[in-house]
């Protein structure tokens, strides 16, 4: 069982920057797919980027391109997202993910993002 806790959310003005963290236990970390997914209230959850075991791929959604950034420290088994130039349309539960080449995929509990206007 791989298990996830993510930290790092919080309040922030439309413009500011949070970065978020995600530390595995439980398994290899370097061996995992990892990613970021959010929901807000009411809609579904949503991928945002995903970095890739092989090969060092990263896909970025729509949403987040040209403002968020993942990247990953299999030294210390964490995942990072940073986020800039923040809006409230990004105000959601933000979930780390882990996708193993078994497909088992594992969800932290997720840290809560609010962007104020």
């Known amino acids: 069982q791989v298990q996830l ?14 970065r978020l963290s995600c530390v595995a236990s439980g398994g290899t970390f370097s ?28 896909n970025y959604a729509d949403s987040a391109k040209g403002r968020f950034t993942i990247s990953r420290d299999n030294a210390k088994n964490t995942l990072y997202l940073q986020m800039n130039n923040l809006k409230p349309e990004d105000t959601a539960v933000y979930y780390c993910n882990a996708a193993t080449a078994s497909f088992d995929n594992y969800w932290g509990q997720g840290t809560q993002v609010t962007v104020s206007s």
């Open 5 to 18: 806790e993510e930290s790092g959310g919080g309040l922030v003005q439309a413009g500011g920057s949070l």
């Open 31 to 58: 061996r995992y797919t990892m990613g970021w997914f959010r929901q807000a209230p009411e809609k579904e959850r949503k991928a945002l980027v995903a970095t890739f075991t092989s090969g060092g791929r990263t």
